[in-house]
């Protein structure tokens, strides 16, 4: 599914029907989405050809940050690039940071996804360990509220597990989980590219502790 995806988000944008055909010389692409940092580096390869710019730009913040035109935005590509589309950028994001060359945005952002990760399950784990010693898991968030564990997500998730309130949350939920797989699967591939083999391993356990728990 995963190459699948690839191939239909590069004919998007270099295939015949695509955007690149009908963009000026010196245009850039922009790519919000997560595909992993090989596919990334492949488009700004086809695009260079056509004499295009690319960013591989992916976001963070969740939907209350989108509405709210507050994203953090992690890219790669050439600073000249990243220079013409700042005004574009502001426009929805409180922080844009440019994380080095093509591909690098897409790093950034399977990191990010794994640090989630391991804080939600990690979350899970602890109300549920606190509630078996006769803690109130509600009170967790704001007991620990300014202390070093505290986070969004500890004050996001942790408030809807505590109070098993996932009203609203069903759609975004599975589509959660559709997005986790194929995450999953880049981030073992990529850290396979590095040799980080182990890195492998504990992202897998971690993002199956995630699912097993979200299920």
């Not at 399977?110 to 939600?120: C, D, E, R, S």
């Not at 559709?178 to 590219?193: F, L, N, S, V, W």
Request: hydrophobic letters at 50%; one cysteine or more.
């Amino acid at each position: 599914p995963g190459s699948v995806y690839h191939d239909l988000h590069r004919d998007g944008a270099v295939g015949s029907g695509g955007a690149a055909p009908h963009m000026a010389a010196g245009a850039t692409v922009i790519d919000f989405s997560t595909i992993g940092t090989a596919a990334a580096r492949r488009l700004h390869e086809a695009l260079a050809e056509r004499g295009l710019s690319f960013l591989d730009a992916p976001v963070t913040g969740g939907v209350v940050a989108a509405e709210s035109g507050r994203l953090v935005i992690m890219v790669g590509g050439a600073t000249h690039a990243l220079e013409r589309a700042q005004d574009l950028f502001a426009c929805y994001a409180q922080r844009v940071t440019h994380m080095g060359a093509s591909g690098t945005g897409q790093a950034a952002k399977i990191a990010n996804q794994m640090m989630i990760g391991g804080n939600i399950a990690v979350a899970a784990e602890a109300l549920n360990y606190a509630a078996n010693f006769g803690v109130s898991a509600a009170r967790l968030p704001d007991a620990l509220a300014g202390g070093w564990a505290d986070s969004a997500v500890l004050q996001h998730h942790a408030r809807r597990m505590a109070a098993a309130n996932y009203a609203g949350e069903v759609n975004a939920t599975i589509t959660s989980l559709d997005k986790a797989i194929p995450q999953i699967q880049k981030a073992g591939e990529m850290a396979e590219a590095s040799g980080n083999r182990l890195l492998t391993r504990l992202f897998v356990v971690g993002a199956g502790l995630i699912v097993v728990l979200v299920i």
